[in-house]
């Protein structure tokens, strides 16, 4: 559907130090620009590099990424919350999704 998050550099000024991703301006953001807006919580810089990742890469190369990379439910919820948001579709299926994995891990 065309969604493209920028995932180059910080959305505000492009610097390439990132520390954030926010979903409302649209993808990374430097320190400086992660205080000042609301930016997802908890994601460390393993976390960033996989969503560069999934959203850099083309189709063809998913099944390679899939057997490199560790992705989890983390990842997934963050690709699910920016896809929302900017399409305003909400996704019943992630929320019973996410319920079955904390009933089967907990």
Known sequence: IGLKPNV???????SSQ????SI???GFLCKTHSSNVSTI???DLDNLKKFRLIN???ISNYEVLKNLIDFNMKDLNVLIEFFEYHTGIK????K???M???VWCC
């Open 8 to 14: 180059d550099g910080c959305t505000m000024c492009s």
């Open 18 to 21: 990132i520390s954030g991703i």
């Open 24 to 26: 409302t301006e649209g």
């Open 41 to 43: 919580k908890d994601l």
């Open 56 to 58: 850099k890469a083309d």
């Open 91 to 94: 996704l019943n299926s992630s």
């Open 96 to 98: 019973i999704l996410n």
């Open 100 to 102: 079955i994995i904390w």
